[in-house]
Structure formats: C-alpha cells, structure tokens
T-cell receptor, first 115, second 115 residues
Framework: KQEVTQIPAALSVPEGENLVLNCSFT??????LQWFRQDPGKGLTSLLL?????REQTSGRLNASLDKSSGRSTLYIAASQPGDSATYLC??????????????FGRGTQLTVWP | DVKVTQSSRYLVKRTGEKVFLECVQD?????MFWYRQDPGLGLRLIYF???????EKGDIPEGYSVSREKKERFSLILESASTNQTSMYLC??????????????FGPGTRLTVL
C-alpha cells in the first residue's frame, strides 16, 4: 500500500523567505503527484500536478519537482507572503492496483508566514 | 470551472441519529469520493464510486454507507451517528481513468459534530 510522508509537519517563517516543503512516497509506480493547498475549515485546491514523465512544474512563485525513482517531491515557495499561510498536502495517484483515480495523501505541512 | 458542492457547511446531530451528507458535481465526472479529515490523521478515504450505483470501500468504511443513484450526486450516510464520527467530511470528483494531468476537485467540506 502506498504511503505518503510530509516533512516538516509545521513550519513558521518570516515574510520574504524562500522555503521548501518535502514529500516522500513508498511506491514509485505513480501516475502523477499533486500538491494541494487547504485554508482553515475549507476544501482542497490543486496547486500543481506533475505527471510521472515530468520532472517539475511551475506556477508563479511555486515550483514543484518530482524524483520518481527516489520517491520524493519538493514544493518550493519563493518570497513567501502572509497569504501563503495554509496547509499544503501532497498526494500521489498510483499507476497500478487501481484505475479509479484514487489518491493517497500525506498528512500535510502547516505553514505560517508572519509579517 | 468544476464545481463540487456539499449540502451543509456545518451540521450538529445527536448520537444515534441517521445522517445524510450530500455532494453534487456539475462536470459529468464518473468518479466521486468521500473523505474524512481529522487533526493528526490527515485525509482518509471512506468510500468511492466510479459509476451510478457502483461503490467501493475505502480505508475506513465502517459505520458508513453511500448511495449513488444519479451520476452527479453522491451521498454519505451515517446509519447511527456516534461521537467518534465528529469530523470534517470532504467530497471530491474526477474523471474515470482520466489522463495523467487530471486531478480531483474538492467541495468546501462539511463540519459534522455528533453530540
């Protein structure tokens, strides 16, 4: 069974810092890996999706990388802002065992960016 | 834009009551999912469905059932609510099979409290 781990569980940084969130997964047979953002009491919003054949994806100040063979992904946030404060979740979609598109989630990294 | 709506944002029920949580999506997605989210445990899959009247157990189906009579609607049923079912419930949908770049779309969540 796929297991997804995120480190650190929580992170508190001053505004303007560049930061890295880490995600690791146990089975490299994945279809894609996604990073989601969740604001308190809200649903999840997809930030970046990296297909298994890709190495990275970028959206604005966010950059996500994927090393499938080592089972790792990182989410890089440049020039962090207080509005980036949220929980960031990593999820993988296995490429075997199921064609139904279920995702396996990490427990998330709770990010606080203070002014 | 894909829209996934959930019938209630907040719900308070008594122990032993039968509880219905409704989820509707407007993008003709085949797959629909119910998760619960608890502090420290992350998102856990309860049930999912890949077609009308079809359902599959997720990781924690005990105490829950589901119904999918129409493609756009997926209901989660707590036959006899208990206090340990107090949680945030999230619904999601996605295309069946899909492409490597397809993602799950989430609703805003229902915060259920069982007294």
């Amino acid at each position: 069974k796929q297991e997804v781990t995120q480190i650190p569980a929580a992170l508190s940084v001053p505004e303007g810092e560049n930061l890295v969130l880490n995600c690791s997964f146990t089975d490299s047979a994945i279809y894609n890996l996604q990073w989601f953002r969740q604001d308190p009491g809200k649903g999840l919003t997809s930030l970046l999706l990296i297909q298994s054949s890709q190495r990275e994806q970028t959206s604005g100040r966010l950059n996500a990388s994927l090393d499938k063979s080592s089972g790792r992904s990182t989410l890089y946030i440049a020039a962090s802002q207080p509005g980036d404060s949220a929980t960031y979740l990593c999820a993988v979609r296995p490429s075997r065992g199921s064609t139904l598109g279920r995702l396996y989630f990490g427990r998330g990294t709770q990010l606080t960016v203070w002014p | 834009d894909v829209k996934v709506t959930q019938s209630s944002r907040y719900l308070v029920k008594r122990t032993g009551e039968k509880v219905f949580l409704e989820c509707v999506q407007d993008m003709d997605h085949e797959n629909m999912f119910w998760y619960r989210q608890d502090p420290g445990l992350g998102l856990r899959l309860i049930y999912f469905s890949y077609d009308v009247k079809m359902k599959e157990k997720g990781d924690i189906p005990e105490g829950y059932s589901v119904s999918r009579e129409k493609k756009e609607r997926f209901s989660l049923i707590l036959e006899s609510a208990s206090t340990n079912q107090t949680s945030m419930y999230l619904c999601a949908s996605s295309l069946f099979g899909g492409r490597a770049r397809d993602t799950q779309y989430f609703g805003p969540g229902t915060r259920l409290t069982v007294l």
